[in-house]
């Protein structure tokens, strides 16, 4: 996408005043609700700890989300831009570490070639990355028996990357009618047999039990943004075990926590989910995103056949699976941000691969939260976390506090917002409120750069990154 772009909505930046924010947002008729005073000390909603069924405490109401790592070695282990962003995770104030990066499961089925990879091999180096991660938050904040540790346990199944990261490797549970075509996959380009996921599922049991040993407190059996265990879900047209029906389709999930839970005994378990899906979507008229395909779209879990609307029947039925499962972290999410990121990911500026967007960003922050609400609502007795928050800049507090305070969410996710501006979580915490210079603008070349084949980092707003060489590349990609 061009650097000259101007945007089509105003940016958050400019609506410096609670007036002109709830008047934006009238005017454009999203419905998102906002506290204009932040509370403090005790009083704020967001020093709230809680205490599992099992015992263990969560500190706050703040928690880091899991993003993808490009700068791991060709072996699956940390490198030193991957210790700095953890240990920033450690100081940033938050009590809930979700997972901290997607971590793969099997070299096939790494999302890049240098994404991390939990195995026998690299099991010490994640030892000494949890404890990097106890050390500092204890030099930071004096205390970490309410900090709560997960680590993601991945295979990114149609966007496997393992091997060059501009060229694909998918592994696919079947044959998409627009996805197929957008990443040049032939309608019988073959599709995984039962037997490999049987040997999938091992692996991400042996992992399980790994991360158990390394110290972490919980593992993410990931179910988001069109990577495998997402895309189980919308298997609806696969035949076999895994395929077809909804406890079919479900199996996955139900086979991986069966397993952890008689080889790691005590060990939290949580899901990730895209909690509604919508059709894919592509550039348009004056590049703005499109549909890619018309109605009737059957292959958006939570979403329906309009495939621009949510309709999440089918995720209050995995929710009862959870509930049987006995699993009480979960954290949501939605779309995907190959496909269709303005609802995954609100941002006024697109990655380079991607579209401008449809709506104003507000509309797809209030979306997902509206729907994680509702999951809330009718889930009381799981401890929900929130996402797509960082395009609300200077107002995060704000509506942060208001989910927390209405019921809507147990716990704000912080995703690409911590790149530029680690510690945001522990500013909001003594409420002596934001450095403005630090807040994400979500240029997106956290995004833009990997697809390119670089890092991924706030090239913008972290000196580390601004000074690399990537950076000036990364402004010719952009065309600034």
């Given at each position: 996408?061009?650097?000259?772009?101007?945007?089509?909505?105003?940016?958050?930046?400019?609506?410096?005043t609670?007036?002109?924010?709830?008047?934006h947002?009238?005017k454009?008729?999203?419905p998102?609700?906002?506290d204009?005073?932040?509370?403090?000390?005790?009083?704020?909603?967001?020093?709230?700890?809680?205490?599992?069924?099992?015992?263990?405490?969560?500190?706050?109401?703040?928690?880091?989300?899991?993003?993808?790592?490009?700068?791991?070695?060709?072996?699956?282990?940390?490198?030193?831009?991957?210790?700095?962003?953890?240990?920033?995770?450690?100081?940033?104030?938050?009590?809930?570490?979700?997972?901290?990066e997607?971590?793969?499961?099997?070299?096939?089925?790494?999302?890049?070639?240098?994404q991390?990879?939990?195995?026998?091999?690299?099991?010490?180096?994640?030892?000494?990355?949890?404890?990097?991660?106890?050390?500092?938050?204890?030099?930071?904040?004096?205390?970490?028996?309410d900090?709560?540790?997960?680590l993601?346990?991945?295979?990114?199944?149609?966007?496997?990357?393992?091997?060059?990261?501009?060229?694909?490797?998918p592994?696919?549970?079947y044959?998409?009618?627009?996805?197929?075509?957008?990443?040049?996959?032939?309608?019988?380009?073959?599709?995984?047999?039962d037997?490999?996921?049987?040997?999938?599922?091992?692996?991400?049991?042996k992992?399980?039990v790994?991360?158990?040993?390394?110290?972490?407190?919980?593992?993410?059996?990931?179910h988001?943004?069109?990577?495998?265990?997402?895309?189980?879900?919308?298997?609806?047209?696969?035949?076999g075990?895994?395929?077809?029906?909804?406890?079919?389709?479900?199996?996955?999930?139900?086979?991986?926590v069966?397993?952890?839970?008689?080889?790691?005994p005590?060990?939290?378990?949580?899901?990730?989910?895209?909690?509604?899906?919508?059709?894919?979507?592509?550039?348009?008229?004056?590049?703005?995103?499109?549909?890619?395909?018309?109605?009737?779209y059957?292959?958006?879990?939570?979403?329906?056949?309009?495939?621009?609307?949510?309709?999440?029947?089918?995720s209050?039925?995995?929710?009862?699976?959870?509930?049987?499962?006995?699993?009480?972290?979960?954290?949501?999410?939605?779309?995907?941000?190959?496909?269709?990121?303005?609802?995954?990911?609100p941002?006024?500026?697109?990655?380079?691969?991607?579209?401008?967007?449809?709506?104003?960003?507000?509309?797809?922050v209030?979306?997902?939260?509206?729907?994680?609400?509702e999951?809330?609502?009718?889930?009381?007795?799981?401890?929900?976390?929130?996402?797509?928050?960082?395009?609300?800049?200077?107002?995060l507090?704000?509506?942060?506090?208001?989910?927390?305070?209405?019921?809507?969410a147990?716990?704000?996710?912080?995703?690409?917002?911590?790149?530029?501006?680690?510690?945001?979580?522990a500013?909001?915490?003594?409420?002596?409120g934001?450095?403005?210079?630090?807040?994400?603008r979500?240029?997106?070349?956290c995004?833009?750069?990997?697809?390119?084949?670089?890092?991924?980092?706030?090239?913008?707003?972290?000196?580390?990154?601004?000074?690399?060489?990537?950076?000036e590349?990364?402004?010719?990609?952009?065309?600034?």
């Open positions: 996408m061009s650097g000259k772009y101007k945007p089509q909505y105003p940016r958050v930046a400019q609506l410096k609670a007036n002109l924010f709830r008047q947002l009238e454009e008729r999203i998102l609700e906002f204009e005073e932040l509370e403090s000390g005790d009083k704020s909603p967001f020093v709230k700890p809680h205490i599992l069924k099992s015992g263990r405490k969560i500190g706050n109401a703040l928690c880091i989300l899991p993003m993808e790592g490009w700068d791991g070695t060709e072996d699956g282990r940390p490198s030193e831009l991957t210790k700095r962003r953890w240990r920033n995770f450690a100081l940033s104030g938050a009590k809930l570490l979700w997972g901290c997607a971590v793969a499961v099997r070299p096939e089925g790494r999302a890049n070639p240098n991390l990879m939990l195995n026998s091999y690299t099991f010490p180096d994640f030892v000494d990355l949890f404890e990097m991660l106890q050390q500092t938050h204890l030099e930071h904040f004096g205390d970490t028996s900090l709560l540790i997960g993601q346990l991945t295979h990114s199944g149609r966007f496997c990357k393992p091997n060059d990261k501009k060229k694909m490797e592994r696919i549970l044959p998409h009618p627009v996805l197929n075509a957008k990443f040049g996959l032939s309608e019988d380009y073959p599709v995984m047999l037997e490999e996921i049987e040997g999938i599922i091992e692996d991400y049991i992992a399980a790994l991360a158990q040993k390394a110290g972490f407190h919980f593992v993410d059996i990931k988001c943004h069109g990577y495998l265990g997402h895309e189980f879900l919308s298997a609806y047209d696969r035949e075990n895994y395929g077809g029906s909804f406890e079919n389709r479900t199996r996955f999930l139900q086979e991986i069966d397993g952890i839970r008689k080889a790691a005590g060990l939290e378990i949580g899901v990730r989910m895209s909690i509604f899906d919508w059709v894919p979507f592509q550039k348009g008229p004056e590049e703005k995103g499109v549909p890619a395909m018309e109605a009737p059957r292959y958006a879990f939570g979403g329906g056949e309009s495939g621009i609307q949510s309709k999440m029947i089918e209050f039925q995995f929710m009862e699976v959870l509930t049987e499962l006995g699993i009480e972290l979960f954290c949501t999410t939605a779309g995907s941000p190959y496909y269709n990121p303005h609802i995954q990911r941002a006024l500026f697109p990655p380079s691969d991607g579209y401008l967007p449809p709506e104003d960003p507000l509309h797809g209030a979306r997902q939260i509206q729907a994680t609400a999951i809330k609502e009718a889930y009381p007795e799981f401890y929900v976390v929130g996402s797509a928050y960082s395009y609300l800049q200077e107002w507090p704000h509506v942060g506090q208001n989910v927390l305070r209405t019921g809507k147990d716990s704000i996710g912080f995703g690409r917002m911590v790149l530029s501006y680690p510690d945001m979580p500013d909001i915490l003594k409420g002596e934001l450095k403005r210079g630090k807040i994400c979500t240029f997106s070349d995004t833009t750069a990997p697809r390119n084949g670089m890092i991924s980092g706030c090239f913008p707003l972290d000196p580390v990154y601004k000074a690399m060489p990537e950076y590349q990364l402004k010719l990609v952009k065309g600034e």
